[in-house]
């Protein structure tokens, strides 16, 4: 019977330089994953400051927008319904000197359009 020989490894123990250059060899690597890194940041930070115009754009519409709505508001608060105006003129013609001939004039149609059976309207002034 044959005896298998034992293989001795032939590895040598790690010295000082093989140490210093795995550390290099590390070093290196996480520089270069680094300025990949930054380099990867930096181009996504210049495709938003191509946005930055726009979100600027947007801040001065919104704000042009509340100003429009302030105004629109205080026109309309400004503005005098057709009601109120209605009750204006209606006001300001009973002091006219003309006011009596006017009610005088709506009686006489009203007694008329009672003769052949109209309804009468109702008229706002």
Known sequence: MM???K?????KPMAL???ALAIQTDLQATRKETRDGFAAVRKEMATKADL???ERDIKTLEKNVRYLRD???NITDAMVSKADLANMLAEE????QYAKQIENLQIRVNV????PGVKPTHRTA
Do not use: M
């Open 52 to 54: 930055w115009p726009l």
């Open 7 to 11: 293989i001795k490894s032939t590895k």
């Open 71 to 73: 105004d629109v508001k």
């Open 3 to 5: 005896k298998v020989k």
């Open 93 to 96: 013609l009973a002091k006219s």
């Open 17 to 19: 330089e093989d140490f």
């Open 112 to 115: 008329l359009e009672s003769k």
